[in-house]
């Protein structure tokens, strides 16, 4: 079965550059969700879109900004990068928009490292 | 005080044994409980959902919810070395819409 998408799996930039992550959900599924999850830590919801409209948006910084195209696929685009932000991003897709009873499917993300 | 606490771990059993992972949620209404299983640099992996109260199988895996007490449980029967991972327990719907809320894992060891 057709999975989650993310591109690129590994990405190393400098403090101040920018970086824009790709997912490209399981077909049919019309929500994406973006997490992102340091080290040693849980994941951390970002912001999510359904029918390429934003649905919630959690602890994302102004830095960063998303969307969601006609085609589904989503980007995440971080500017102005820190050190901090280095971390594995999760995108997830679900079929049904976010009242939260639709499973979330994991891609196996994109390890971002600002050196 | 986190949203979605986890028992702490690491837990450590030996292989054939229960594994008994326990999890919390502060968010009453709550609508939706979900395990994942990580392994380390991987994404999460969906284990269970469970949607209401009681107990959910699915093969060596069992789910318990019980929404009053705000608790849901994973048990892992006859763990096996590949069981060895961080679980996760996440939560969604009610204030929280779609988007997961996850605790903080739980470390597994299954000792051979």
């Known amino acids: 079965a057709a999975g989650v998408i993310q591109s690129p799996r590994h990405l190393i930039k400098e403090k101040r550059e920018t970086a824009t992550l790709k997912c490209y959900p399981i077909p049919r599924h019309d929500t994406v969700y973006w997490y992102q999850q340091g080290p040693g830590q849980d994941p951390q919801f970002l912001i999510s879109?359904?029918?390429?409209?934003?649905?919630d948006k959690g602890s994302i910084p102004d830095r960063f900004s998303a969307q969601q195209f006609s085609d589904y696929h989503s980007e995440l685009n971080m500017s102005s990068l820190e050190l901090g932000d280095s971390a594995l991003y999760f995108c997830?897709?679900?079929?049904?928009?976010?009242?939260?009873?639709?499973?979330?499917?994991f891609g196996p993300g994109t390890r971002l490292t600002v050196l | 005080q986190k949203e979605v606490e986890q028992n702490s771990g690491p837990l450590s059993v030996p292989e054939g044994a229960i594994a008994s992972l326990n999890c919390t949620y502060s968010?009453?209404?709550?609508?939706?409980f979900f395990w994942y299983r990580q392994y380390s640099g991987k994404s999460p992996e969906l284990i269970m959902s469970?949607?209401?109260?009681g107990d959910k199988e699915d093969g060596r895996f069992t789910a318990q919810l019980n929404k009053a007490s705000q608790y849901v449980s994973l048990l892992i029967r006859d763990s096996q070395p590949s069981d060895s991972a961080t679980y996760l327990c996440?939560?969604?719907?009610?204030?929280?819409?779609?988007?997961?809320?996850f605790g903080q894992g739980t470390i597994l060891t299954v000792h051979p």
């Open positions: 968010d009453r209404v709550s609508q939706s």
């Open positions: 469970i949607y209401s109260n």
């Open positions: 996440a939560v969604a719907g009610g204030t929280s819409y779609g988007k997961l809320t």
């Open positions: 879109f359904y029918e390429k409209m934003q649905s």
């Open positions: 997830a897709s679900s079929l049904g928009g976010t009242s939260g009873t639709d499973t979330q499917y």
